[in-house]
Each structure stands twice: as structure tokens, then as C-alpha cells.
């Protein structure tokens, strides 16, 4: 179980992730901070994605080690592109996106790099609006084929009957940043 | 044709099944306006697959289920394969067991042919990505997500 000092700490790795991510420019932070941020004040302690938006998390909330968190990360190219992606695991948000980046060989050898840290959540609606979340960065940032992404697979299908469960949901978490662009 | 409709309706009890499990146990004060509202829309999502006998709809929300299921707690997570082994036989562990083998062919074969063989490769990666001792596997993993997603961009037309 994650309690008191191990809390601060982990909330203050997020702080350092965030203020790296916001020195990118334009980044989704700027856009969607300070929803979470609302959503913790109005809410209480409750999810990760509110830990990144501000500091109510730190030496109140108690989680549990075995139980899988859930990030978004963005890599970044020189040439201004960006890599979107997810992933899940075990530990810090920060050490799930490390862990995740360490494998992606090729994308990393093609000059991605810079991982920063998005949004983390935990729970099966943590998971949910994890995966919205993925496929509204997509979009925020022009979408499949737009010259700024690299990705060229959507995060959820078009076809997902639960894309648009996803799409809410990570409104609901994380603030909505992108138009939703799923068929169902 | 009668394959697919006991198909579709395994899928629509099973991921029903999962649902209802997460809104009991999974559900707290704190995620009760969002957990209510997730599952009822689900359930909407679900039906709807059903009646419009979408079977890859279905199929596609039966692996994100179990994706999702995977999200709970882990005391949770045995509780629900406890479940599911007594109402259909076999639990989440076999249908992992399944998607293993349909990832071997694929690794066998050396390349991804579809996106769903490409999300299904992505699922496994991020399972792996909480574990130790499967980088080799993640390594490999991730060349053929990157590879699909390379030639599908250079034989992009926007």
C-alpha cells in the first residue's frame, strides 16, 4: 500500500513530469490541468489523474501496489512530430511510462524521444478513461494522418462500440480536449 | 450460423457478467456517479451490438472487457474468475491462454496482417509491461507493432 511519505514522493515525481511536460509549448497539459484540478477540489482525493492536476493527493491517499495504473505519454521527435500512446503496469506512473518507452526500440532509433508523462488513472474506469483519453490525444494533436502524428493506428477502433464510453469517460476525468470521432 | 448466434450471445453474457461484477464490488463513493454511468452506458453499447447481431462489435468489446477486468483489484480479480469459471467453465487465465496462441502464429508468422491482430498485440504488450523477466518478448512485440505501423504509413494515402 502506498500511504504517507511514499505518497508525497510519488506526487512529487508527478509534479517534476508535469513541469516537463508543460515546458513542451503547446501540450495538453495547458488544456486539460486545470479541469483536473477542479475535479479534485470539487471531489476530494480520489483518482491519479488528479494527482497530476494538484497536490490533494500527497499524504491522503492510500493505494494499493498490486493494482495496475494506467498512463498516456507523448514522445516527442526533433522535427515537432509526436508518438501518442498507453500504457499500463505496476508502480509510479512515471516508472510505467519509463518501463513502457525502454521497449519501443524502433520508434526510439527513428528519433522519439523525450517521453512525457500525461495522465494516469487506476480502476476499470481509470482503464476507460485511459483509453479515451489515448485517442483524444490522437486527435488533439490533428488525428490519424495529420503530419504532427506519427501514430498511424487509432487508439480505439472507429468501429469500438465502447469508443464513445471512453470518449465520456475521459471527459469525466480528465477534461475533453478533443471532438469525438469514433462511428458508434 | 448457429455458431455465431451462440457466439454472440456467450459474448453478450460474458461481458454482462463483467459488468455487473464491477458495479458491485468495484464501485465506491468517490466513483459512484462515473461507475453507475459507465456501466449503464456499457450495458446500452452492449444491447444495442446484440440486436444488430454485431458480432465484431461485440467481439472487439469482449476483449476490452477483460482488458478492463484486469484493472481491479487483484483480490477482485480472483473473485471474479471464480465467477466466471462456475457460470461458463473457464475464466479470464483461459481466455488468456487463447489470445497467447492466436499471438504465437502471429509472432511465428513474423508480421501483423490486421489491426485487430495489431490491438491484440498492444493488449499483450501492456500486460507485460507490469511484469519482469519479458523484455525479450516485449522487444519482439513491440518490432512487429512498429513494423505494421511503418507500412501501414508508407502505404498510406491521406
Same mark, same amino acid.
Given at each position: 500500500?502506498i500511504?504517507?511519505?511514499?505518497?508525497?514522493?510519488f506526487n512529487?515525481?508527478?509534479?517534476?513530469?508535469?513541469?516537463k511536460?508543460d515546458s513542451d509549448?503547446a501540450?495538453?497539459?495547458v488544456?486539460?490541468?486545470?479541469?483536473?484540478l477542479?475535479?479534485s477540489?470539487?471531489d476530494?482525493?480520489?483518482l491519479?489523474g488528479?494527482a497530476?492536476?494538484?497536490?490533494?493527493?500527497a499524504g491522503a491517499?492510500?493505494?494499493?501496489?498490486?493494482?495496475?495504473?494506467?498512463?498516456t505519454?507523448?514522445?516527442?521527435?526533433?522535427n515537432?512530430?509526436v508518438?501518442?500512446?498507453?500504457?499500463?503496469?505496476?508502480g509510479?506512473?512515471?516508472q510505467v511510462?519509463?518501463?513502457?518507452y525502454?521497449?519501443h526500440?524502433k520508434w526510439?532509433?527513428l528519433?522519439?524521444?523525450k517521453?512525457?508523462?500525461d495522465r494516469?488513472?487506476?480502476?476499470?474506469?481509470?482503464?476507460?478513461?485511459i483509453?479515451?483519453?489515448e485517442?483524444?490525444?490522437?486527435d488533439f494533436y490533428?488525428?490519424?494522418?495529420s503530419?504532427?502524428?506519427?501514430?498511424?493506428?487509432?487508439?480505439?477502433?472507429?468501429?469500438?462500440?465502447?469508443g464513445r464510453?471512453?470518449h465520456?469517460t475521459?471527459?469525466?476525468?480528465f477534461?475533453?480536449i478533443?471532438p469525438?470521432t469514433?462511428?458508434f | 450460423m448457429?455458431?455465431?448466434?451462440?457466439?454472440i450471445?456467450?459474448?453478450k453474457d460474458w461481458?454482462?457478467?463483467i459488468?455487473e461484477?464491477?458495479l458491485?464490488n468495484?464501485?465506491?463513493?468517490?466513483?459512484m456517479?462515473?461507475g453507475t454511468?459507465?456501466?449503464k452506458? /456499457? $450495458?446500452r453499447?452492449?444491447?444495442?451490438?446484440y440486436r %444488430?447481431?454485431n458480432?465484431r462489435?461485440?467481439?472487439? *468489446?469482449?476483449? @476490452?472487457t477483460n482488458?478492463m477486468?484486469?484493472a481491479m483489484?487483484q483480490?477482485?480479480?480472483?473473485?471474479?474468475?471464480?465467477?466466471?469459471? /462456475? $457460470?461458463?467453465?473457464?475464466?479470464?487465465n483461459?481466455q %488468456?491462454?487463447k489470445?497467447?496462441?492466436?499471438i504465437k *502464429?502471429?509472432? @511465428?508468422r513474423?508480421?501483423?496482417?490486421?489491426?485487430?491482430e495489431y490491438?491484440?498485440?498492444k493488449g499483450?504488450i501492456d500486460?507485460?509491461n507490469?511484469m519482469d523477466?519479458h523484455?525479450?518478448?516485449?522487444?519482439?512485440l513491440?518490432?512487429?507493432m512498429t513494423?505494421?505501423?511503418l507500412?501501414?504509413?508508407?502505404?498510406?494515402?491521406?
Open positions: 500500500m500511504t504517507g511519505a511514499f505518497s508525497f514522493l512529487e515525481r508527478l509534479h517534476r513530469v508535469q513541469d511536460g509549448g501540450d495538453p497539459w488544456a486539460a490541468g486545470t479541469v483536473a477542479s475535479l477540489a470539487a476530494g482525493p480520489l491519479f488528479d497530476i492536476g494538484s497536490v490533494v493527493l491517499a492510500v493505494y494499493d501496489l498490486t493494482q495496475r495504473v494506467y498512463v505519454y507523448i514522445l516527442h521527435h526533433p515537432g512530430q508518438y501518442l500512446g498507453r500504457a499500463s503496469g505496476f509510479t506512473p512515471y511510462m519509463m518501463r513502457r525502454y521497449h526500440n526510439r532509433a528519433g522519439f524521444g517521453p512525457s508523462l494516469a488513472a487506476i480502476g476499470p474506469f481509470g482503464y476507460a478513461a483509453r479515451g483519453r485517442q483524444q490525444l490522437i490533428g488525428g490519424i494522418g503530419p504532427k502524428v506519427a501514430n498511424i493506428i487509432r487508439g480505439v477502433g472507429r468501429y469500438n462500440i465502447k464510453v471512453y465520456y475521459s471527459n469525466y476525468y477534461g475533453n478533443a469525438y469514433g462511428i | 448457429i455458431k455465431s448466434k451462440e457466439e450471445e456467450f459474448l461481458i454482462n457478467e459488468n461484477f464491477i458491485r468495484e464501485i465506491s463513493e468517490k466513483t456517479e462515473i454511468w459507465f456501466i452506458e /456499457s $450495458k453499447a452492449i444491447e444495442e451490438a %444488430n447481431q458480432i462489435g461485440l467481439r472487439c *468489446a469482449f476483449h @476490452d482488458e477486468a484486469y483489484k483480490d477482485n480479480v480472483n473473485r471474479l474468475n471464480r465467477v466466471l469459471k /462456475s $457460470k461458463f467453465g473457464f475464466d479470464l483461459s %488468456n491462454k489470445d497467447l496462441v492466436k *502464429a502471429i509472432v @511465428d513474423g508480421h501483423i496482417k490486421t489491426n485487430g490491438y491484440l498485440i499483450r500486460a507485460l507490469g523477466g523484455e525479450e518478448e516485449m522487444n519482439r513491440d518490432r512487429l513494423d505494421y505501423e507500412s501501414k504509413r508508407n502505404n498510406a494515402k491521406y
